[in-house]
C-alpha cells in the first residue's frame, strides 16, 4: 500500500511538473509595463505602430495616453484581462447599430485574444501577447470614440464646399477617467450626437437592416404612366413593394388602380420629395427600384453626416436641408416653422456650413459679384440694350472714394474679354429685384445667405435647384416677422411695408441664431417614418465609399 501512494505522489509531481511547462505564471503588471515603454520607444520615429497586420490609427493619443499614465497597463490587471476589456469588446461589435464597421476597430484580433475569457487570455498570450493587446484596446478605444465624436471622415478632404467645425477633446484624458469610473463603453456612447434626430435615424437602420434580412423588395417593372382609376397587371406588384417597406400587407383586387393603393403611392411620395399625385411615372418607378441594401447605405452616409455637426446646434435654429428643398426653424426639440427654398444649380452648388445670422437687411440692393456679372448677366445685357434699365441695374467703377456711375451707352459690351470685366453692376431695390424684399445675413467664406426672390413661380416645381448658391426663401415675410419677434414695433405689416419701401434698411437680432446648412438624403422622425432624397449634388457616393474603405494593414 506504502509503494502504490508512493508511485501515485510521484506520477502527480510528474504531472504537474508537465503542466507547469504548457501553463504560463501571468506577467507581473511590472514587466507589462517595461515591456510597453519598450514596445512605444522602439516605434517613436516615422515608423508606425503595427500590432500583427493591424496598424495603430491613434498613435499620437495612444503614445501620450500611456506616457501620462507612466506606461502602466490599462486593460489588464496581474493574473487578468479586466472587466472594461470585455465592455470594450461589446461596443465595438454594436458599433454596426451607428452605422460604423466594427472591423475598422481590431474586432478579429481582439476577439481572438480576449474570446477565451478574461483568466485564460492573460496566461496563454503570454508578455508579448499581452503588450500587444493592451495596444490594440487602447487603440480601439481612442478611435471608436474619434468616430463617435466627429465622425470617421473628414469630409473637407471630401468636398471643398463641406466646411465642419469637427468637434475636439483631449480623448486620451476621457479615457483614463472612463478607466478609473469603469465606464469606457457609455462614455463611448456619450460621445455621439445628442440630438433625437440622430437616435431616430439610427432607430430607421436598424429598422432597414431587419427589411433586408427577408430578402431584396420586389422591382416593379416598366410600363406606362399608371393613373389612379387606371387598369395595369403590375398592381399586384406594386402592393408588394410598398407593403415590403412600410412592413405590412397591402391587397388589391383585380387590375384597377384604386383609393387604397393609391394612398400608399401618394405616402411614398410624400416620403421621397416628390410630386405628390398618386401617378406611378418615371420619378415615382425609379424610387421604387432602389433597394433596401442601398437604402440602408443612404442612412450610414447620413449618419456620418450627423457626426459632423456641432454638438451644441443651439437653443433656437435655423437648419436649412439643401436636398429636401426646405428650412426649418426650431426651438428645443420642436419645429416652429418650415419654409421652402431654392438651392443652388448643380453647378453652383450651394456649400455646406454653419454659421450665426446676426441682423436682415429690408429692400436691399444687390451687389452682383464679379463672376455673375461676367458668365450671367454680361450676355443678358449684350442681346438687350434695355435689360439693365428694366432691371434696376446701375454700372460702376471703383470703390468708396473713387466709386463712379458709368453711363451703360458708354460702354462696348460686345469688346469684354473673358476675366477682364471690369465694372461693378448693382441693382436699385425694387420687385424686379434678385434679392425680393429682404436678405437674412450670417458672415461666410462662401458669401451665401438666405433672401426673398420676385421669382415665386418657381417654389412649384418639386426639384428647386435653380440659385447660383445662395438660398431663395418663400414666404420671407413669415421668417423676419418670427425672428423679429422679440421687437413689439415690428409687426406683420411693418415688415410687409419695409419689404416694399424700396429704402434700405438694416435691422439687428435681439438675439443671433444659428444657420446650419446641411445636405440630408435621409433622415426620420420620433414615429419611425423614413425619409429618402435624391442626391442632386451626387455627394453620397464619395462619403459611402470613404465610409467603406478598411483600415491600412500592416507589414506581416
Known amino acids: 500500500m506504502t509503494r502504490r501512494l508512493r508511485l501515485g505522489s510521484i506520477f502527480l509531481v510528474m504531472m504537474g ?132 465624436l466627429s465622425g470617421k471622415l473628414d469630409p473637407t478632404t471630401l468636398d471643398p464646399e463641406w466646411v465642419v467645425s469637427r468637434r475636439q477633446v483631449d480623448l486620451s484624458i476621457v479615457l483614463e477617467t472612463a478607466l478609473r469610473e469603469g465606464t469606457v463603453a457609455a462614455t463611448l456612447r456619450s460621445l455621439l450626437p445628442g440630438q433625437p434626430g440622430y437616435a431616430w435615424l439610427k432607430a430607421g437602420l436598424a429598422r432597414y437592416r431587419r427589411l433586408a434580412a427577408q430578402g431584396e423588395w420586389t422591382v416593379v417593372p416598366a410600363g406606362p404612366l399608371l393613373r389612379p382609376g387606371g387598369r395595369d397587371p403590375r398592381l399586384s406588384v406594386l402592393a408588394q413593394r410598398l407593403a415590403a417597406e412600410r412592413g405590412d400587407s397591402l391587397t388589391v383586387s383585380g387590375e384597377t388602380y384604386e383609393q387604397d393603393l393609391v394612398d400608399a403611392v401618394k405616402s411614398f411620395q410624400r416620403r421621397q420629395g416628390l410630386k405628390v399625385d398618386g401617378i406611378v411615372g418615371p420619378s415615382t418607378l425609379s424610387a421604387l427600384n432602389i433597394g433596401v441594401l442601398e437604402r440602408i447605405d443612404e442612412i450610414r452616409v447620413n449618419l456620418e453626416r450627423w457626426r459632423w455637426l456641432p454638438q451644441d446646434l443651439g437653443p433656437r435654429h435655423i437648419v436649412v436641408n439643401i436636398a429636401d428643398f426646405h428650412l426649418r426653424v426650431i426651438e428645443g426639440d420642436g419645429l416652429i416653422l418650415t419654409l421652402p427654398v431654392i438651392v443652388g444649380k448643380p453647378f453652383r452648388r450651394t456649400p455646406v456650413f454653419s454659421a450665426t445670422m446676426s441682423y436682415l437687411v429690408f429692400s436691399p440692393v ?191
Open 17 to 148: 511538473m508537465l503542466l507547469a511547462g504548457s501553463v504560463r505564471a501571468a506577467p507581473a503588471p511590472s514587466a507589462v509595463r517595461e515591456r510597453l515603454r519598450h514596445r512605444l520607444e522602439a516605434t517613436s520615429g516615422p515608423e508606425r505602430i503595427v500590432v500583427g497586420r493591424q496598424v495603430v490609427q491613434s498613435e499620437t493619443s495612444l503614445r501620450k495616453f500611456y506616457t501620462e499614465r507612466g506606461f502602466a497597463p490599462a486593460w489588464s490587471a496581474g493574473s487578468r484581462f479586466t472587466d472594461q476589456a470585455d465592455s470594450l469588446l461589446a461596443a465595438i461589435e454594436a458599433a454596426g447599430l451607428e452605422g460604423l464597421s466594427p472591423s475598422d476597430y481590431h474586432l478579429i484580433p481582439l476577439r481572438k485574444a480576449l474570446g477565451t475569457g478574461p483568466n485564460a487570455a492573460v496566461r496563454t498570450l503570454g508578455l508579448p501577447g499581452i503588450v500587444d493587446t493592451e495596444l490594440l484596446l487602447t487603440d480601439a478605444w481612442l478611435l471608436l470614440a474619434t468616430h463617435c
Open 366 to 556: 444687390w451687389e452682383v459679384p464679379p463672376m455673375l456679372a461676367e458668365q450671367d448677366k454680361l450676355p443678358l445685357i449684350r442681346g438687350n440694350p434695355e435689360y439693365l434699365a428694366t432691371y434696376g441695374f446701375e454700372v460702376l467703377s471703383g470703390w468708396g472714394a473713387d466709386e463712379r456711375i458709368v453711363d451703360p451707352d458708354s460702354v462696348r459690351w460686345n469688346e469684354m474679354k473673358p476675366g477682364r470685366f471690369p465694372y461693378r453692376l448693382r441693382q436699385k431695390p425694387g420687385p424686379l429685384n434678385a434679392l425680393g424684399g429682404v436678405k437674412f445675413m450670417f458672415p461666410n467664406k462662401f458669401n451665401v445667405y438666405l433672401h426673398d426672390t420676385p421669382s415665386r413661380e418657381l417654389f412649384r416645381e418639386s426639384v428647386r435647384t435653380f440659385s447660383s448658391g445662395c438660398i431663395r426663401v418663400q414666404d420671407t415675410e413669415r421668417l423676419a416677422a418670427l425672428l423679429l419677434g422679440d421687437k413689439p414695433e415690428w409687426t406683420a405689416d411693418a415688415v410687409t411695408a419695409a419689404m416694399t419701401s424700396g429704402r434700405e434698411r438694416t435691422v439687428r437680432l435681439t438675439r443671433a441664431i444659428p444657420v446650419h446648412l446641411q445636405y440630408w438624403t435621409a433622415w426620420s422622425d420620433e414615429h419611425g417614418g423614413m425619409e429618402f432624397r435624391r442626391d442632386i449634388y451626387g455627394r453620397d457616393k464619395g462619403v459611402l465609399a470613404a465610409l467603406s474603405e478598411a483600415p491600412p494593414a500592416g507589414g506581416r
